[in-house]
C-alpha cells in the first residue's frame, strides 16, 4: 500500500480531530506527505482542517460521513429493507421505554439525576442511553436514506446508462 493510500486509510478510522503529525505517524510516512494528501482531501471534502493547540489538525467531514451511510444503506438494501429495519429499530426504542417506564430518551436521561440509584444500576443505566444513542442513530440514517431514495437510485440508474453508452 502507497504511502498516500495508508494516510486516507489512517483518515477513515479517525473519531476525533488528529494532528497532522499523528496522522504521519500511524500511516508510517513523513509529515510533508501526510500533510499533502491531507490538504488532498479536504479539497475532496472527505476532511477539514481544523487546530489542537495551535497546530493543524484534521478530522473527518461529518456532512460527507452522512452522504457516504446514507449512500451505503440505498445501496445495500431495497426501500422495503429499509422500511423493515426502521420498524424493528422503533420497536426497540419502544421496549426500552417500557422497559424503563418512560415515555422518552429525554425522560430516561432525567431518571438519573431524579432517582436514587446504586453505582450498578447507574452503569446499567449508561449502558442503556449508549444503546438507546445508537438506536437514536439508526433511525435518522435509515429516515434519511427513504426520503433520498429515489433520488439516489434514479440518479445512480442515470450513470451507469450513461456510462455503457459510452462503453
Known sequence: MSGRKRVRHVV???NEP???QEIADRAEVSRTTADDELQRLESDDWVTETTIDGTKAYDLNPVRMLFDEVTDLIEEHSR???ESQLTELK???EELAAEYNVDSFTEFREQLAVDELSA???RERR???TTWEAINTEIGL???ALQLYGDVVEL???QTDSRSTFA
Do not use: C, G, P, R
Open 91 to 93: 420497536a426497540e426504542q
Open 80 to 82: 422495503d429493507e429499509l
Open 142 to 144: 435509515v429516515k434519511h
Open 18 to 20: 488528529t494532528l497532522v
Open 127 to 129: 449502558n442503556v442511553i
Open 12 to 14: 477513515e478510522l479517525l
Open 156 to 158: 445512480s440508474s442515470l
Open 120 to 122: 450498578d444500576e447507574l
